[in-house]
């Protein structure tokens, strides 16, 4: 089973202060992005892996889903999803990633933001997605970025110039980081960009977009936090469809 | 025009001396990875573009290609390619990426090597190539890998465990990259990945393979130095195809 840090109550009462936590979407910077690559949703089957709490899986209803699945492996997750959702189509579970299994053929739209990465065994993992999506359903997630997981002490470093700078190192050497976030040893899993992408493709999933988030001019003018992003890909997008039957 | 460093007399004394050049594929550490990526040549037509002296044009002919287009930028790789090469179904010319119109379906595969990223407009490029082969047909290249390419100062830093560690800085900030490599203010064109893959998809191509290259237990038994290639990708193998008509 994954690691569920999520269900440290240290971590989560600090997570759960996140702007994203707070206030939804808007407090996301990606989130325009990964909404510029999400299908239309009247009428799709949705399942929500990683769901949290809930706010992505309550945007689809109101955008026209059918149905939201949310799976979470935590309950802290779960719970507090299901105390912020009165919507009778929005189901919540518990589940582990690692071994879920979700019904064929049974949804037009497979969504996750940033879980994917604690997931040891995503070859498996892009089986059972594409095995779950209808033909011509769509896989939309964001993951870390394998830039800004790799090295072995993951901070801001300077370059000759005083630019700010991030490090990689240990790039094609693939598997288990431990790092500190709002607890010590959160356990993620390094992959290539390549070895993410491969993993899709042999799953039989079509790439449609790949997109390395960067803020606008706009949101940097109204954030100007958010400028260090342009120097490193923090998160991943990617877009995926599994094809239509010939 | 893109710039033609490979006629600066200095710069090609010294290119000319890499074991890539001297030793031809084998002197290259990603060739078993590239060669693992390339479909069947028997009968194919092949364009080669950035062919510098002609090894891979002269290899794919000897695997059974039945013709192959080599096309350079800069008269001393075309010419030595011309001195080295016999086997007259081996074309090569001076060409330049940034305009060159091949004619439509073509081939069945176009080729290129470290090349494009001295291209400014890839997009224009994909769309060429595209156009260039017939439906079926394959695109296999290598590019330098835009973590290599982002930094203001590409090259080798320290974290605090003195682990080698490479700069990555102004990633999302795409275009011209000036280095010093044999000569000073060698141009080059950073795009993000995501960039990079989108143009292909974009311009109709299937993404079949997304590779980092990373040398092998065994090259790097053979090869010590090689080792420094795990901590960050130098190189992006993609193989992509123009989808059959349906």
Redesign the interface.
Known sequence: MAQNIYDNPDFFAAYSQLPRQVHGLDGAPEWPAVQAMLPALTGKRVADLGCGFGWTSRWMRAQGAVSVLGLDLSQNMIARAKADTTDPTIEYLLADLETLELPEAAFELVYSALTFHYVEDFPRLARMMHKALVPGGDLVFTIEHP?FM????PHW?A???D???????????EGERRTDWFAKGVVKYHR???TT??AL?DAGF???????F?PTREQIERAPELAE?????MM?LVSARKPER?
Do not use: C, F
């Not at 079509?206 to 390395?212: D, G, I, N, Y």
């Not at 992003?229 to 890909?233: A, D, M, Q, V």
């Open positions: 830039i790799a090295a072995a002490h470093m370059d000759e110039d630019r700010k700078t991030w490090p990689v190192n240990r790039y094609s050497v290539t960009l390549g992408l491969n493709i079509q790439l449609r977009r790949v997109k390395e960067a992003e342009l120097e490193r890909p991943l010939r």
